[in-house]
């Protein structure tokens, strides 16, 4: 794999640690306790997880390998799923 190969793949490894974050904190919250102070700190910006999780497989699809838009479904239907758990 070149070089050139490897940076196509990046926003997309980086949107796979975001969704696996998410994960994490679903399936491990006591996992995440001691992150809670920098959680604070990062508050406003926390929307950018999600925002992460999606797009940045999106860029790597069009660049790069198709296998990254099953990365994407996979963090549309966890968004999806977060936002139905915290409506009702």
Known sequence: MSATQHR?????????????????????????KPL?????KIGPFSWLVPLGMILLP???????SKWWWAVTAAAVITLVVL???SLH
Do not use: E, H, M, Q
């Open 8 to 32: 196509i793949n990046i926003p997309g490894w980086i949107g796979v640690a975001c969704l696996l974050f998410v994960w994490t904190a679903i399936l491990l919250p006591k996992s995440l």
């Open 36 to 40: 809670l102070p920098v959680f604070d």
């Open 58 to 64: 999106i860029v790597a699809a069009k660049r790069g």
């Open 83 to 85: 936002l139905r758990v």
